[in-house]
Protein backbone atom coordinates (compact mmCIF):
# COMPACT_ATOMS: atom_id res chain seq x y z
CA UNK A 1 0.00 0.00 0.00
CA UNK A 2 1.27 3.51 -1.01
CA UNK A 3 2.44 5.61 2.00
CA UNK A 4 0.56 8.50 3.21
CA UNK A 5 2.42 11.94 3.70
CA UNK A 6 1.77 15.39 5.42
CA UNK A 7 2.15 18.02 2.30
CA UNK A 8 1.15 21.44 2.65
CA UNK A 9 -1.93 21.32 5.00
CA UNK A 10 -2.89 17.53 4.34
CA UNK A 11 -2.68 13.63 4.26
CA UNK A 12 -2.02 12.31 1.15
CA UNK A 13 -0.43 9.58 -0.83
CA UNK A 14 2.86 9.78 -1.29
CA UNK A 15 2.96 9.97 -5.18
CA UNK A 16 0.67 12.75 -5.33
CA UNK A 17 2.88 15.16 -3.20
CA UNK A 18 5.13 17.52 -5.65
CA UNK A 19 7.46 20.17 -5.21
CA UNK A 20 8.42 23.24 -7.61
CA UNK A 21 11.70 23.23 -9.11
CA UNK A 22 11.98 26.76 -8.20
CA UNK A 23 11.50 25.88 -4.06
CA UNK A 24 14.19 27.43 -2.39
CA UNK A 25 14.46 23.94 -0.62
CA UNK A 26 15.81 22.52 -4.05
CA UNK A 27 17.50 25.65 -5.64
CA UNK A 28 19.70 26.55 -2.45
CA UNK A 29 18.59 24.35 0.68
CA UNK A 30 17.06 26.72 2.13
CA UNK A 31 15.30 24.64 4.87
CA UNK A 32 15.05 23.21 7.84
CA UNK A 33 14.41 19.29 9.48
CA UNK A 34 13.79 17.40 12.51
CA UNK A 35 13.96 13.81 12.87
CA UNK A 36 11.80 12.06 15.65
CA UNK A 37 12.21 8.68 17.31
CA UNK A 38 8.90 6.87 17.90
CA UNK A 39 9.13 3.70 20.13
CA UNK A 40 5.71 1.55 19.70
CA UNK A 41 4.27 4.59 17.77
CA UNK A 42 5.07 7.29 20.75
CA UNK A 43 7.21 10.15 19.85
CA UNK A 44 9.68 10.37 21.74
CA UNK A 45 10.46 13.48 23.21
CA UNK A 46 8.76 15.30 20.85
CA UNK A 47 8.81 18.49 22.96
CA UNK A 48 12.23 19.12 22.55
CA UNK A 49 12.30 18.52 19.24
CA UNK A 50 9.63 21.14 18.42
CA UNK A 51 11.48 23.91 20.83
CA UNK A 52 14.44 22.81 18.54
CA UNK A 53 12.70 23.09 15.13
CA UNK A 54 11.80 26.25 16.31
CA UNK A 55 14.53 27.52 17.12
CA UNK A 56 16.40 26.17 14.34
CA UNK A 57 13.83 28.70 12.17
CA UNK A 58 14.87 31.40 14.13
CA UNK A 59 18.36 31.04 12.98
CA UNK A 60 16.94 31.35 9.27
CA UNK A 61 14.53 34.15 9.95
CA UNK A 62 11.87 31.90 8.93
CA UNK A 63 8.41 31.70 10.65
CA UNK A 64 7.31 28.49 10.76
CA UNK A 65 3.93 27.71 8.82
CA UNK A 66 2.20 26.54 12.18
CA UNK A 67 2.07 26.99 15.58
CA UNK A 68 3.73 23.79 18.02
CA UNK A 69 0.40 22.70 18.93
CA UNK A 70 -0.08 22.43 15.00
CA UNK A 71 3.39 20.16 14.77
CA UNK A 72 2.30 18.40 17.24
CA UNK A 73 -1.15 16.97 16.45
CA UNK A 74 0.70 16.47 12.87
CA UNK A 75 2.94 14.11 14.60
CA UNK A 76 0.61 12.34 16.17
CA UNK A 77 -1.97 12.33 13.11
CA UNK A 78 1.26 10.47 10.97
CA UNK A 79 1.62 8.32 14.69
CA UNK A 80 -1.90 7.16 13.64
CA UNK A 81 -1.64 6.95 10.00
CA UNK A 82 1.12 4.77 9.68
CA UNK A 83 1.44 0.43 9.77
CA UNK A 84 4.80 0.90 10.84
CA UNK A 85 5.45 -0.26 14.36
CA UNK A 86 9.70 1.36 14.93
CA UNK A 87 9.53 4.39 12.91
CA UNK A 88 10.76 7.87 12.91
CA UNK A 89 8.98 11.12 11.71
CA UNK A 90 10.90 13.32 9.45
CA UNK A 91 9.67 17.14 9.39
CA UNK A 92 10.66 19.34 6.51
CA UNK A 93 10.20 22.83 6.27
CA UNK A 94 11.78 24.92 2.84
CA UNK A 95 10.74 28.48 2.35
CA UNK A 96 8.94 27.48 -0.63
CA UNK A 97 8.95 28.17 -4.10
CA UNK A 98 9.92 31.60 -5.62
CA UNK A 99 11.49 33.24 -8.87
CA UNK A 100 15.80 32.37 -7.99
CA UNK A 101 16.97 35.23 -6.29
CA UNK A 102 20.04 34.69 -3.31
CA UNK A 103 17.65 37.47 -1.42
CA UNK A 104 15.20 36.55 1.02
CA UNK A 105 11.58 37.14 -0.31
CA UNK A 106 9.74 39.37 1.93
CA UNK A 107 6.41 37.02 1.17
CA UNK A 108 6.99 32.90 0.88
CA UNK A 109 4.75 30.51 0.78
CA UNK A 110 6.59 27.46 3.26
CA UNK A 111 6.60 23.74 1.99
CA UNK A 112 6.00 21.39 4.27
CA UNK A 113 6.75 17.75 4.07
CA UNK A 114 6.55 15.21 7.34
CA UNK A 115 6.46 11.53 7.07
CA UNK A 116 6.73 8.23 8.98
CA UNK A 117 10.12 6.38 7.96
CA UNK A 118 10.88 2.47 9.64
CA UNK A 119 13.92 2.60 11.35
CA UNK A 120 16.36 0.28 9.44
CA UNK A 121 16.83 -3.44 10.43
CA UNK A 122 20.71 -2.01 10.44
CA UNK A 123 19.86 0.61 12.95
CA UNK A 124 18.37 -1.28 15.13
CA UNK A 125 20.23 -3.05 18.20
CA UNK A 126 23.48 -1.04 16.38
CA UNK A 127 24.18 0.02 19.72
CA UNK A 128 25.82 -3.71 20.13
CA UNK A 129 28.01 -3.66 17.13
CA UNK A 130 31.23 -2.24 17.44
CA UNK A 131 31.97 0.41 15.08
CA UNK A 132 34.64 2.50 13.84
CA UNK A 133 35.17 6.48 13.09
CA UNK A 134 37.35 8.24 11.40
CA UNK A 135 38.26 12.08 11.67
CA UNK A 136 38.35 15.08 9.73
CA UNK A 137 38.81 18.64 9.77
CA UNK A 138 35.54 20.79 10.49
CA UNK A 139 35.04 22.60 7.62
CA UNK A 140 31.22 23.23 7.39
CA UNK A 141 29.38 26.12 8.19
CA UNK A 142 29.55 28.32 11.13
CA UNK A 143 26.13 27.75 12.73
CA UNK A 144 25.55 24.20 13.25
CA UNK A 145 23.61 24.42 15.94
CA UNK A 146 20.64 24.81 13.23
CA UNK A 147 19.04 21.74 12.26
CA UNK A 148 19.43 22.89 8.32
CA UNK A 149 18.57 20.39 5.05
CA UNK A 150 22.09 21.72 3.40
CA UNK A 151 24.00 18.99 4.24
CA UNK A 152 26.49 17.97 1.64
CA UNK A 153 29.44 18.52 4.19
CA UNK A 154 27.96 15.91 6.59
CA UNK A 155 27.07 13.25 3.63
CA UNK A 156 30.54 13.85 1.58
CA UNK A 157 32.48 13.10 4.73
CA UNK A 158 29.97 9.82 5.87
CA UNK A 159 31.09 8.84 2.73
CA UNK A 160 34.24 9.29 2.99
CA UNK A 161 33.90 7.05 6.32
CA UNK A 162 32.64 4.17 4.30
CA UNK A 163 34.98 3.89 1.81
CA UNK A 164 37.90 3.52 4.49
CA UNK A 165 35.40 1.12 6.46
CA UNK A 166 34.60 3.61 9.09
CA UNK A 167 30.64 3.80 10.47
CA UNK A 168 30.88 7.47 11.18
CA UNK A 169 33.26 10.90 10.78
CA UNK A 170 34.12 13.01 13.74
CA UNK A 171 34.46 16.84 12.94
CA UNK A 172 37.79 17.83 14.66
CA UNK A 173 38.17 22.14 15.24
CA UNK A 174 41.24 24.11 15.77
CA UNK A 175 43.45 22.10 18.55
CA UNK A 176 42.18 18.91 16.89
CA UNK A 177 39.28 19.13 19.46
CA UNK A 178 36.15 17.07 18.68
CA UNK A 179 33.00 18.67 17.74
CA UNK A 180 30.63 15.85 16.92
CA UNK A 181 30.18 13.27 14.11
CA UNK A 182 28.14 13.89 10.94
CA UNK A 183 24.97 12.92 12.22
CA UNK A 184 25.70 12.53 16.05
CA UNK A 185 27.04 14.23 18.97
CA UNK A 186 30.37 12.60 20.95
CA UNK A 187 31.08 11.47 24.13
CA UNK A 188 33.82 9.98 25.82
CA UNK A 189 34.20 8.67 29.61
CA UNK A 190 37.51 8.55 31.72
CA UNK A 191 38.15 8.07 34.99
CA UNK A 192 34.24 8.20 36.56
CA UNK A 193 33.32 11.50 34.20
CA UNK A 194 31.78 11.89 31.24
CA UNK A 195 32.83 14.60 28.73
CA UNK A 196 30.81 15.73 25.88
CA UNK A 197 31.13 18.93 23.71
CA UNK A 198 29.52 22.45 25.01
CA UNK A 199 26.76 23.12 23.64
CA UNK A 200 27.44 26.11 20.79
CA UNK A 201 27.51 26.98 17.08
CA UNK A 202 30.06 24.20 16.02
CA UNK A 203 27.86 21.42 17.46
CA UNK A 204 24.15 20.74 16.82
CA UNK A 205 22.19 20.46 20.52
CA UNK A 206 21.15 16.80 20.12
CA UNK A 207 17.82 15.90 22.13
CA UNK A 208 19.55 11.87 22.71
CA UNK A 209 22.55 14.57 23.95
CA UNK A 210 20.00 16.08 26.56
CA UNK A 211 18.56 12.88 27.74
CA UNK A 212 21.99 11.02 27.63
CA UNK A 213 23.34 13.74 30.02
CA UNK A 214 20.39 13.17 32.57
CA UNK A 215 20.48 9.48 32.38
CA UNK A 216 24.85 10.06 33.50
CA UNK A 217 24.11 11.99 36.26
CA UNK A 218 21.17 9.65 37.35
CA UNK A 219 23.74 6.68 37.53
CA UNK A 220 25.81 8.56 39.36
CA UNK A 221 28.29 9.82 36.67
CA UNK A 222 30.05 13.33 36.63
CA UNK A 223 28.99 15.45 33.53
CA UNK A 224 31.35 18.07 31.93
CA UNK A 225 30.64 19.41 29.17
CA UNK A 226 34.21 20.20 27.40
CA UNK A 227 36.17 20.29 24.59
CA UNK A 228 38.38 16.99 24.52
CA UNK A 229 41.18 16.41 21.65
CA UNK A 230 41.00 13.45 19.52
CA UNK A 231 44.21 12.17 21.44
CA UNK A 232 41.89 12.36 24.78
CA UNK A 233 39.41 10.49 23.05
CA UNK A 234 41.64 8.06 21.74
CA UNK A 235 43.18 7.86 25.68
CA UNK A 236 39.95 7.35 26.83
CA UNK A 237 37.88 4.52 28.60
CA UNK A 238 34.87 4.62 26.66
CA UNK A 239 33.49 6.28 23.43
CA UNK A 240 30.57 6.44 22.21
CA UNK A 241 28.16 8.65 19.70
CA UNK A 242 24.63 9.39 20.27
CA UNK A 243 21.92 10.81 17.59
CA UNK A 244 17.75 9.78 17.24
CA UNK A 245 17.84 7.20 15.04
CA UNK A 246 21.17 5.41 15.84
CA UNK A 247 20.31 6.07 20.10
CA UNK A 248 24.01 4.98 21.21
CA UNK A 249 26.87 4.15 19.09
CA UNK A 250 30.36 2.38 21.18
CA UNK A 251 33.25 3.10 19.28
CA UNK A 252 36.00 1.27 19.74
CA UNK A 253 38.64 2.23 16.50
CA UNK A 254 39.29 5.54 15.34
CA UNK A 255 41.61 6.29 12.61
CA UNK A 256 42.02 2.68 12.79
CA UNK A 257 43.50 2.69 16.60
CA UNK A 258 41.86 1.08 19.07
CA UNK A 259 40.05 2.89 22.03
CA UNK A 260 41.08 1.57 24.91
CA UNK A 261 40.66 -2.36 25.12
CA UNK A 262 38.53 -2.37 21.57
CA UNK A 263 35.50 -4.02 23.67
CA UNK A 264 31.83 -2.00 24.68
CA UNK A 265 32.44 -0.54 27.74
CA UNK A 266 30.32 -0.93 31.04
CA UNK A 267 29.26 2.95 31.28
CA UNK A 268 28.11 2.79 27.64
CA UNK A 269 26.26 -0.59 28.42
CA UNK A 270 24.66 1.32 31.96
CA UNK A 271 23.36 4.59 29.96
CA UNK A 272 21.85 2.51 26.97
CA UNK A 273 19.86 0.53 29.92
CA UNK A 274 19.54 3.46 31.30
CA UNK A 275 18.34 5.63 28.39
CA UNK A 276 15.70 2.62 26.77
CA UNK A 277 14.60 3.04 30.39
CA UNK A 278 14.27 6.78 30.84
CA UNK A 279 12.52 6.59 27.15
CA UNK A 280 9.95 3.87 28.21
CA UNK A 281 8.65 6.22 31.04
CA UNK A 282 9.05 9.40 29.11
CA UNK A 283 6.47 7.68 25.97
CA UNK A 284 4.48 5.77 29.16
CA UNK A 285 5.19 2.19 27.76
CA UNK A 286 6.52 -0.91 30.14
CA UNK A 287 9.17 -1.13 27.44
CA UNK A 288 11.05 0.35 23.99
CA UNK A 289 10.94 -2.59 21.72
C1 LIG B 1 25.26 17.06 13.01
C2 LIG B 1 24.42 16.35 14.02
N1 LIG B 1 24.81 16.34 15.30
C3 LIG B 1 24.11 15.68 16.25
C4 LIG B 1 22.96 14.98 15.92
C5 LIG B 1 22.18 14.25 16.99
O1 LIG B 1 20.99 14.95 17.28
P1 LIG B 1 19.71 14.19 17.85
O2 LIG B 1 20.15 13.48 19.08
O3 LIG B 1 18.74 15.28 18.14
O4 LIG B 1 19.24 13.26 16.79
C6 LIG B 1 22.52 14.97 14.59
C7 LIG B 1 21.31 14.24 14.20
O5 LIG B 1 20.99 14.09 13.05
C8 LIG B 1 23.26 15.68 13.61
O6 LIG B 1 22.88 15.70 12.32
Sequence with gaps: MEKTV????????????KVSVLDRGFVFADGLYEVIRCYRKKPFALDGHLQRFKRSAEGIYMELPYGLDRWREICYELCEETDLG????YLQVTRGPAPRDHRIPEQY?????AYADPVSP???YRWENLSKAMTLKDGRWDRCHIKSVALLPNILARD???RKGADEALWLGPGQVVYE???SNAFMIEEGVLYTHPLCNKILGGITREVILKVAAELGLEVRQEGKTIQDFLAADE????GTKREIMPLVEIDGQAVSDGKMGEWTRKIHEGMMEYIARDCGLDSCY
Design 109 to 113: EPTVF
Design 181 to 183: GTA
Design 160 to 162: EAR
Design 122 to 124: EME
Design 86 to 89: QFSL
Design 239 to 242: VFVT
Design 6 to 17: FFNGKLIPLSQA
